[in-house]
Structure formats: structure tokens, C-alpha cells
């Protein structure tokens, strides 16, 4: 009887579940989800099964054999887990459970039609990573519990269902879909489900996912959407609006050469299609690896490069991450890290090596303010962390990401390109469909590459906090000179326009990200009015900008502060604007103004981003 997971109720001297079977019932008026979940589990079992929710109300949980009721509990939430839905068993090999989801789910974002692009009609769609799946399923909500599943999703007929999933159909509702046992439930719980399932005017959406999964790798999205083909395997949906859809279509034309080039890296494509969402500008992250499906912020379409950067690494996700998972979020990098590394091989190929070298340029100043941000808390610059009782979403940062990458840099400097490819092939291989800790990754790479451990401190860079001293700051001209440049900056000179004519916003994030975080408020008007980057289309680099803003209570800027809070909701934006508004002294206009633009805002953003939100003005103010 041990947790296998800080962030679940998951008993490793339970069995795991293996199937889930749902049916979705999506109430939009009161943005609620009535539900039932058949559970299978890998053995029969006697005794206390512990599973993990968070927000949901259970109606009945039966024996789906018999349709005997089963006895449970719902535990009071606690603030990081949720709540501990222990139900008794008695040699069952599978529970039947009819719940209704809250509508402050947290892994839902529900959009009333103002929210939305066509304002036509509502949308809902989740983000499940890290501990959300909880919120919509029961669940044993660990990444070391893989699940396979299938899907009935029961919607307003003038909308449609995508899901990271096998689309099998779309039909009417028959009575036949509710399970019998659910009249008396429905009937103790004042809900009929049987009737609502048959109404006029709805439509099921069926799906199936065959491959084992994460349970925080379960997806969906509702809404009036439309789509584009753009490859062989690869269709963009979106909200149904011509101009989205085009400029989505346009902007993603080249994935199928990414698909490829990912392929010649880690072997064969492994989920058959690999199709894109773009979201509405709420969507909280820039993208989610959900299988089969990404799903991306609209903010990633800017007509350059970066784009089809994060395309590139929701697609390497596809193997590092989805395929081989991390057992439990301390040891997320073996995601991230891993995900970042491949990202930036494949960016290599398809944009070139400069492009590349940017991007790590980024990144190695992204890492650098990460541990800036946690020296008070050096835990979370490690690789692998102690996450007891703490939020993944509070300590979400670049340093599984970049650190996770130095790493991984560092040990092919060390062997070499060829044998490094050959390496990570062959731990795909081994670990596919598999959840594994750091551990086990440490012990494959000494099997596999003999003497490592002492040409490379693998304790140190896995356990270490810091980045060590053979981290490596990527070097090429043009990054050279742009750092240049910002160091001249600080001296009083800007750039001439000839030095930057052929910049495009990667080479302006990289600018604006060492210059010094707060200036004298004439040189940040200065920069503007000769570049207009306040202005620009490019929420990298308009948010980088506006940071200095900000910091340098440069107060012209604070309308398009407000501007920019209330039109997107990735949490890359809100993060640091937010925190530049709050943090230090001397600033009291700021924190008025950031806490009356979260209140004005608030609804806007996904759940997660809210309380993420939440905690940066709760730590300041
Ligand atoms: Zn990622």
C-alpha cells in the first residue's frame, strides 16, 4: 500500500485501470457534463479502490455485472489532489460510476458565443496535463497508470465533437446508449438520463482510442468547427471561420516535412494521424501533445518561423512524452527535455541551423531567468524535483525544458551525433508505451553507453540545482551579435535600421531579452517609435516589450497592457506581465491596475491559467 504518484490517490496495491468507456453528456446553458464511466480494471478486486476527482459530483456507483449498487466515498478536496473517491469492492473487475462534472472544472474551459470568434454559438474544450483529467473523469490520474479508452460524446446538433481519438461515427442518440442500471440512480439523483441522452436536437460524436495513453493526454473539444486538409495525415480544424482556417492552413503547410523529419529521427510515426486544433485565444499553453490531435494557441499564427516551432514540438512530443512518458511530474524534463532537444533537431533541419541556434539562444536566457525566479526555492532548478504537496501548475517552468536539454546537449557533445541518435532510437524502442522515473532512464543510458558516468556528473545535472558549469550558451553570428547589440543598448545606442532589416520576431524576442529588464522610460519610447514593437502582431515580441514596459513604469504602454491581457490567455503572456505589474515596491498604480484587470479578465482565461494568476497576486500583493 504505497502512493505511486505525490499528485494521486493511485494505490500501488490496486490494479490499474486499463479501459475506460464514457458517455458525455454536454449541458452548455449550466456548463455541465453529465456522465457515466465504465472503469475496467486489470484484475478483480476486494477491498477499498482509490480513485482521484476533483469538482465532481457522484450519483451512483454500481457493479455494471449486476447493477447492484456499489458503497463509495467522496473525500473533502484537498487544495492540490482533489478529492478520494474509495469505493468498495468485492472481486469486481470493473465499476460503473454516473457523476456530473462542476462548472468549474478545471480542466474545462466553457465559452459562452461572445467568447468565441464566429459568436455564433458555444464552445468547450480541456486541458487535462498535469492533474486535470480528474475533473472530468474519475480516474486513477497518474501517468504510471496507462489507459486505453472509448468515447460517446452527446452534443447540440449544429455543433461537432474532435477528440485526440479515432472519430468511429456521428448518429443519432438511442436509449440504448444509457446503461439500464442508471434508472434507479437517475431517479435517486433527480436526473434523467435516459431522456436528456434522447432529446431533440442532439447528436453523438463516438471515438476510440486504442493505444494506451496517460490519462492526462485525454482531449476533446466542442464547438462549430470547421477544417482544412494540409498533408497526408494532417487536417487543421478550427472554430468555423473562413479567415482562421486559412491562415491556420497556410501557416501549418509544411508539417508533413516536420512528420518526416521526425520519423528519420526516432522511426515510424506511431498515431497514424496527426492532425491540429488551433483553439480560441484562451487556450492557456502555446500547445498540448494530445495524440493523434494537437491543440494550439492562435497565437502561434504570425506567418514566420516560430510557429511551425511549436508544431515541431507538440510532433516530437508525439514520441518523448506520449510514447515514453514520465512516471509522475518529478521527473516531467524526461518529457520536456527530451521534447525540446528533438524540437530544435528538426527546426535544424527544416529552418536551417541558425534558426536552431536562435532558439536555443532563447532558451538559454529563458533558463537563466528561471533560476532567478526560484532562488529562493532552488528545488525546482533541478531536474528531478521533490513535488510533495506542491501544484505542478505553480512550479511550471523552463527548466525542465532547457536544463532537460542542456543535458541531453551535453551527453552528445560528449559522444558524438551519430552514436547519440543511435542511443535515443534505441531507448524509444525499449520504452515505448511505457512510464518510466529518471532512474531508469540513468541506468538505460550506462547500459547503453559504457563510461558515461564518468566523463559526464549525471548526479549533478539530475540532482543538482543550478545549471553546471558544462551547460553550453549557443554561439552563431547572428546570435552573437544580437546579444551585442542589446549590450550596446544599455550604453544608449539602438539599433540602425540597416542592422535589423532582416530580423523577424525571433531575432526581436532574443533583443528585447537582454536588454536590462528595466531602462529609463525615454529609451523604451525611443525603441518604439522607431520599431513599434508595442504594436506587433508577434505576442513574443510584443510581450517581451511591454514586460519593459512595465518595468520601467514607461505608463503610456499600460492600454496595451490591458489590451493584451484581455485578448489572449496563454499563460507564456500572462505570466510575466502580470508578475512584472506586481512584484517589487514602489509600485502601487501597477498592482491596482493588475488586480482590476485579472477581475475584468478573469472569465477570459482557462482555469489553470486563472489560478495561476491567482497565485502570482496572491505571492505579491
Ligand atoms: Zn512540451
Request: negative net charge; hydrophobic residues 40%.
Amino acid at each position: 500500500m504505497a502512493p505511486v504518484d505525490p499528485h494521486s490517490y493511485t494505490d500501488s496495491a490496486h490494479p490499474l485501470t486499463t479501459h475506460v468507456s464514457l458517455s458525455l453528456y454536454f449541458d452548455f446553458p449550466s456548463s455541465t457534463i453529465h456522465a457515466a464511466a465504465l472503469l475496467n480494471l486489470s484484475s478483480p478486486y476486494s477491498g477499498q479502490l482509490s480513485l482521484d476527482a476533483r469538482s465532481l459530483t457522484v450519483h451512483g456507483v454500481l457493479d455494471p455485472q449486476t447493477l447492484a449498487p456499489l458503497p463509495f466515498t467522496l473525500s473533502p478536496p484537498d487544495a492540490v489532489k482533489g478529492s478520494l473517491l474509495s469505493i468498495a469492492l468485492d472481486s469486481q473487475a470493473s465499476v460503473l460510476i454516473l457523476y456530473s462534472t462542476s462548472p468549474d472544472s478545471s480542466a474545462l474551459q466553457w465559452l459562452s458565443p461572445p467568447q468565441t470568434f464566429n459568436k455564433k454559438h458555444p464552445f468547450v474544450y480541456t486541458q487535462c496535463q498535469s492533474i486535470h483529467a480528474r475533473s472530468v473523469f474519475p480516474c486513477q490520474d497518474t501517468p504510471a497508470a496507462r489507459i486505453c479508452y472509448s468515447a460517446k460524446l452527446n452534443v447540440p446538433r449544429e455543433l461537432s465533437a474532435v477528440m485526440s481519438a479515432r472519430h468511429s461515427g456521428r448518429r443519432d442518440p438511442v436509449a440504448g446508449d444509457v446503461s439500464e442500471g442508471f434508472k434507479k440512480v437517475d431517479s435517486a439523483a433527480g436526473l434523467n438520463f435516459e431522456s436528456l441522452w434522447c432529446g431533440d436536437g442532439r447528436v453523438v460524436e463516438e471515438f476510440v482510442m486504442e493505444q494506451p495513453i496517460p490519462p492526462y493526454l485525454f482531449a476533446f473539444a466542442v464547438g462549430e468547427l470547421g477544417s482544412r486538409e494540409v498533408g497526408p495525415r494532417t487536417m487543421v480544424y478550427a472554430e468555423n471561420v473562413a479567415a482562421v482556417l486559412d491562415s491556420a492552413a497556410s501557416e501549418f503547410a509544411g508539417t508533413e516535412d516536420m512528420v518526416r523529419q521526425g520519423e528519420k529521427l526516432f522511426g515510424e510515426y506511431p498515431w497514424e494521424r496527426f492532425d491540429l486544433l488551433v483553439l480560441p485565444p484562451s487556450f492557456p499553453y502555446g500547445g498540448m501533445e494530445n495524440p493523434r490531435m494537437v491543440f494550439l494557441t492562435p497565437t502561434v499564427i504570425k506567418g514566420d518561423a516560430s510557429g511551425a516551432q511549436v508544431v515541431a514540438h507538440e510532433l516530437a512530443h508525439s514520441w518523448t512524452g506520449n510514447l515514453i512518458t514520465n512516471i509522475n511530474n518529478e521527473h516531467f524534463w524526461l518529457n520536456e527535455g527530451f521534447t525540446r532537444y528533438a524540437e530544435r533537431r528538426i527546426v535544424e533541419v527544416v529552418q536551417g541551423e541558425e534558426r536552431a541556434i536562435l532558439s536555443m539562444g532563447i532558451g538559454w536566457r529563458s533558463l537563466n531567468e528561471a533560476m532567478e525566479r526560484f532562488k529562493d526555492n532552488t528545488e525546482f532548478t533541478k531536474l528531478k524535483t521533490n513535488q510533495e504537496g506542491i501544484d505542478p501548475d505553480n512550479v511550471y517552468s523552463q527548466v525542465p525544458y532547457e536544463k532537460g536539454f542542456q543535458f541531453l546537449a551535453r551527453i552528445e557533445r560528449q559522444i558524438g551525433r551519430p552514436a547519440f541518435d543511435e542511443f535515443i532510437k534505441k531507448y524509444i524502442e525499449n520504452f515505448k508505451f511505457k512510464s518510466i522515473d529518471t532512474g531508469t532512464f540513468l541506468e538505460f543510458l550506462k547500459a547503453n553507453v559504457p563510461g558515461i558516468e564518468k566523463e559526464v556528473d549525471l548526479k549533478l545535472w539530475t540532482e543538482g540545482t543550478g545549471i553546471p558549469p558544462d551547460a553550453y550558451e549557443p554561439v552563431s553570428d547572428l546570435y552573437t551579435t544580437i546579444v551585442s547589440l542589446a549590450n550596446e543598448f544599455k550604453l544608449g545606442r539602438m539599433p540602425r535600421e540597416d542592422e535589423v532589416a532582416n530580423w523577424r520576431g525571433q531575432e526581436w524576442e532574443l533583443y528585447l531579452e537582454n536588454l536590462p529588464k528595466c531602462v529609463e522610460a525615454s529609451q523604451v519610447l525611443a525603441l518604439d517609435a522607431r520599431y513599434r514593437m508595442s504594436e506587433s502582431k508577434d505576442y513574443e515580441v510584443k510581450v517581451a516589450f511591454l514586460q519593459m514596459a512595465i518595468s520601467s513604469k514607461c505608463r503610456d504602454y499600460y492600454p496595451e497592457v490591458e489590451k493584451t491581457l484581455k485578448e489572449v490567455g496563454r499563460m507564456k503572456y500572462l505570466r510575466p506581465l502580470y508578475t512584472a505589474l506586481v512584484q517589487g515596491s514602489g509600485n502601487e498604480e501597477e498592482k491596482i491596475l493588475a488586480k482590476r484587470l485579472f477581475a475584468e479578465a478573469r472569465e477570459c482565461y482557462h482555469p489553470i491559467a486563472q489560478g495561476v494568476v491567482e497565485s502570482i497576486l496572491a505571492k505579491h500583493l
